[in-house]
């Protein structure tokens, strides 16, 4: 279920990007440049911590859901898919972030 609303979403925003910025979102906010996709990204991010640390768990919902969205706003603008997170998350499976920043040399 999950995956299907993201998959979706995914579909129309990269068919939005390209639409009318007075009637879409989407279209408007990519208009507006990634630096600008990115900075919501970013008020997201920390609107979904500051929720967390209320105890806010109807707003960590809803923060949640715009830093997603925003999220693949910008994968998009990016030309990324979540397939290539996917990629990613896969390629990480199983290796544990602890024994993983030991092996980093810096
Ligand atoms: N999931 C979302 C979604 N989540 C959040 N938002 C919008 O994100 C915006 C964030 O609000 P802000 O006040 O922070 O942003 P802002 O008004 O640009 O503020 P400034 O940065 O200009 O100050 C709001 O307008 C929300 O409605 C979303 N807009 C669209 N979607 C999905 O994207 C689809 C396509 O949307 P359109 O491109 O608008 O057709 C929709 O059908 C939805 O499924």
């Known amino acids: 279920m999950a995956d299907d609303i993201l998959a979706t979403l995914e579909t129309v925003i990269r068919e939005r990007r390209t639409g009318d910025p007075a009637t879409s979102y989407v279209a408007k ?3 507006r440049g990634r630096a600008k996709i990115a900075q919501k990204l970013g008020e997201e991010a920390v609107e979904a911590a500051i929720a967390a640390v209320q105890d806010d768990r ?15 706003v910008l994968l998009a603008d990016m030309d990324l898919t979540l397939d290539d997170v996917r990629a990613e998350l896969e390629r990480r499976e199983g290796v544990s972030g602890i024994d993983e920043k030991a092996a980093r040399a810096d």
Request: glycine share 12%; charged share 10%.
């Open 58 to 72: 109807a707003g960590l919902t809803g923060e949640a859901a715009d830093l997603i969205f925003h999220l693949l």
């Open 29 to 31: 906010l990519t208009h």
